[in-house]
């Protein structure tokens, strides 16, 4: 008997609330104009090698790379993560696309992390993008988009929203050399991952979790005190377009994602409910990537990653006040083998007027399929015996009232 593999789930028992989730997220998405797409799973390992940063974890360490038969230069990868995959899509289809253009995708995104409570090898994420958005306006937009499906539509409330300005790449220069001359003094107190960091990419130090580094650069230079002036404005009017919109944040200095390829706004939604992994939602702005990935002008794009998993997590604590669209499962019970075949025509007259139908056919005791019935959610209960197949008749259970009443056979849609 095989087991499954470590850091990956399966999930029978709840695909149902796993599928509200998800379509109120979808649905959510649509009324801000949003399309759907869909990227391979497989992509080749360069494109995150040049998108993502040869130095980030992901990388480095985390990558599923599958070994080729063919040619050697052409390692190919389960995907870690989504952005660079839907930009390079954008990049080959984009004679035939508009600007901006604001898409959204879900599936599966594969990781070699030690699992834990809210990390899994394969995960899944609900991914936006904003492509060819110049204006910080839409980073506002975006931000408020999800500050309202978490607060309202999903009616979250211990999540904080963290949020921190990486400036143009001029400033993040000037920072990097203030603050790797200031941490070369604390070297012995960085992590051995750490260490390596202060020469190839001392901005990720900062997102270092070491408790020994955070603790080194918590006096250190900040980002903002080398911001020009414009970089000012820009940061500026996205502060105050939030607070307009009514949009609760912190300013987090210390937040710069892990992933090369952001600038400017980086964002955070977090939750304690999730331990260690808080995040549930996070994401920003990459202006520079179209650009690590051979296009020959830039294209402003900005988006972020919903990890459904931990959103689940935060969710089945509230679940019974969630008002997530579900269908009303109709169940029919014929009382012995002779009406059968009856409850199979009435189930498929049912179906053919949009009802989701089951019919419980073994051979069991009356009281153990209507439990049956209950366990599975029903909100009907259809009772066909000798009475009802002599008289075109269907003895219709209403579930949540207990209430009962006959009905006609050829009317029963009307009803449930």
Known sequence: MFSRVKGVADNFLDMAFWTGVRNK??????????????TPVLEYVSLFERGLGFETDVVSKQMFVIESKGKKDEQICLRPEATAGTMRAFLEQQASLSTPCK??????????????????RQFHQMNLEVIGAQSIMHDALLIKMLHTLFLEKFAIENFVLKIN??????????????????????????????????????????????ESCQHAVQDGPTLQDYFADETKAEWQLLCDTLHELSVTFVHDVRLVRGLDYYNKTVFEFVSDALGAQSAFCAGGRYDGLAEQLG????????????????????????????????????????????????????????????KTVDVLVDEQKIKNKMKKAHNMGSSFVLLLGETEQANNTVTVKNMTTGEEQVVSQAEIHKVV
């Open 25 to 38: 997220i979808e649905g959510h998405l649509r009324q801000y104009n949003f399309s759907e797409i869909e």
């Open 103 to 120: 898409v959204f995708s879900y599936g599966s995104m594969f990781r070699y992390e030690r699992p834990q409570k809210g990390r899994l």
């Open 165 to 210: 300005f990486l400036g143009h790449v001029a400033d993040r220069q000037q920072y990097s050399q203030a603050l790797q001359e200031f941490l070369q003094a604390k070297i012995a107190q960085l992590c051995q991952t750490c260490q390596t960091r202060l020469t190839t990419n001392v901005l990720r130090i900062l997102d270092c979790k070491s």
């Open 295 to 354: 296009s020959k002008q830039s294209v402003p794009a900005l988006g972020c990653a919903i990890g459904m998993e931990r959103l689940m997590l935060i969710l089945q604590e509230q679940r019974e006040q969630l008002s997530l669209p579900e269908d009303s499962l109709v169940c029919i019970i014929p009382f012995s083998q002779e009406q059968n075949k009856l409850g199979l025509l009435l189930a498929d007259h049912l179906q053919s007027h949009g």
